[in-house]
């Protein structure tokens, strides 16, 4: 009874925040940095941002995060950071040798008004930066937003590479927004089947789920190369999926370097998936692959076999809006009733979203963005679900409602695995069908009187 205190009657409240849905804005930026080859993510601020950035990344992930700091002290509070960011560029080139240094800024750096271009500027003037070497940033002020605008923020940062040679590559740019390692890996296979050729950016696969070699390396092999992303510029297209996470830097790429580009839902569920491959089909101008046909074949034969377990059970849903939209499309089209839906991240179009998705459901929705868990907890309280699905932050709810909880979204802090298997697309949609099933039957087969405790289900 760790949130007994949460009471059922709910009481409007505008400037106070109880258990938050969202964390900070660096974390989505270091994210996404570690998702360029050889980038070192560096946080222009004081060491404790810098050192709570990088754990929340690590518990999730179970990876290392190299991360550096300018860290501030009472002195740069006061008078600004820049000599302590001129020097941190000097040593990191100089010591760690990465391709890239991608800056984010934090609260402080922000509110002192430390201006990151004309601190690279004065760091290029001086020979800080060696010739081939990489430095940019984002402004990603954490009194804004969310980790997820953060993350958009950098994503869109990394556009500044991209340069138009003035001949097209034939490549497509996806930009797969805020997801898990695998879900980069299933989202370029994809592209492959379909006879798409891809640039992902960022892309954490080979850098946030490594093997384990016996050999350390600060800077794995994976991630999208500085190449890669000046490249983006000569693309035939962009495709951004998520409106929150991705479709900025899709649309800086148009407005930049004469991209097009196409905003699409994350590719989570029967349906994204559907408008995903459809999107990469026409580009390729070819039929959709016997591989992806026989996967999605799959999929449907799933949702059907297990629908009767999944008629109208109520489910509440935290997390971050594109993953959210995407999820409650697929739920709904299987009969799952998504009932409570929160995001911490700010967005009025996110709530208009999820009840047009929602409108033809038999519950009414509760919706809310900018909101938060204690809110949920209230709406849990008074109209009970069958099922909570969020990162690890619900198992204090799912304990004291007794609610069965499947861990989805960032962080997952208490299980391990997740950054292996993909949830995008349709290979991704069996795992999560499995996931729920099992949540719902293991419930099922706990709560039944021995008389109805069965063998097969
Ligand atoms: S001070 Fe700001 S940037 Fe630093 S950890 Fe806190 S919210 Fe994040």
Not at 316 to 342: K, N, W, Y
Request: proline residues 5%; contains cysteine.
């Amino acid at each position: 009874m760790l949130l007994r205190h949460t009471p059922k009657e709910i009481t409007e409240r505008k400037a106070l925040v109880i258990n938050p849905a969202k964390t900070c804005q660096p974390i989505g930026a270091m994210y996404a940095a570690l998702g360029i080859h050889g980038c070192l993510p560096h946080s222009h601020g004081a060491q404790g941002c810098c050192a709570y950035h990088r754990s929340a990344l690590t518990r999730h992930y179970k990876e290392p995060i190299s991360a550096s700091t300018s860290s501030f002290t009472e002195g740069a509070s006061v008078f600004g950071g820049h000599s302590n960011l001129l020097q941190a560029i000097n040593n990191i080139f100089t010591v760690y040798e990465p391709e890239v240094i991608a800056i984010h800024t934090t609260c402080l750096s922000e509110t002192i008004g430390d201006d990151l271009k004309q601190i690279r500027t004065k760091a290029q003037k001086e020979g800080k930066i060696p010739a081939g070497k990489y430095v940019f940033g984002a402004s990603t002020p954490s009194y804004v937003g969310s980790h997820v605008t953060g993350f958009s923020n950098m994503v869109k940062a990394m556009t500044e590479f991209a340069e138009s040679t003035g001949k097209k590559n034939g490549k497509v740019n996806i930009i797969p927004g805020w997801v898990e390692p695998a879900d980069m890996e299933e989202i370029k296979r994809m592209a492959k089947l379909t006879g798409v050729k891809s640039i992902l950016f960022p892309d954490t696969s080979g850098v946030l789920n490594t093997p384990l070699t016996g050999e350390y390396k600060m800077f794995p092999d994976g991630g999208t190369t500085v190449a890669e992303l000046k490249s983006t510029g000569d693309s035939v297209g962009t495709l951004a999926l998520g409106e929150w996470c991705s479709a900025d830097a899709a649309i800086e790429l148009d407005k930049k370097n004469k991209v097009p580009c196409k905003v699409l839902d994350m590719p989570f569920g029967l349906k994204a998936t559907d408008r995903f491959v459809d999107a990469l089909r026409k580009i390729a101008g070819v039929t959709v692959s016997d591989e992806l046909a026989l996967e999605r074949g799959q999929l449907v034969d799933m949702i059907s076999d297990m629908h009767e377990y999944f008629y109208h059970k109520k489910v509440a849903l935290v997390g971050d809006p594109d993953q959210l939209i995407a999820m409650t499309e697929f739920l709904v089209s299987i009969d799952i009733c998504p009932v409570h839906i929160i995001t911490g991240t700010p967005g009025k179009k996110f709530e208009k979203r999820i009840r047009e998705i929602t409108r033809d459901m038999p519950f009414e929705v509760n919706v809310k963005a900018k909101g938060d868990m204690f809110l949920l907890h209230q709406w849990i309280k008074n109209d009970p679900v069958d099922l909570l699905m969020g990162n690890t932050y619900c198992k204090y709810i799912a304990r004291d409602e007794d609610v069965p909880l499947v861990r989805w979204g960032f962080p997952i802090l208490d299980r391990q695995g997740h950054q292996y298997f993909p949830t995008v697309g349709y290979k991704g949609g069996l795992r999560l069908l499995e996931k729920i099933l099992a949540a719902l039957l293991d419930r099922k087969d706990r709560d039944d009187p021995e008389i109805k405790f069965e063998l097969i289900l």
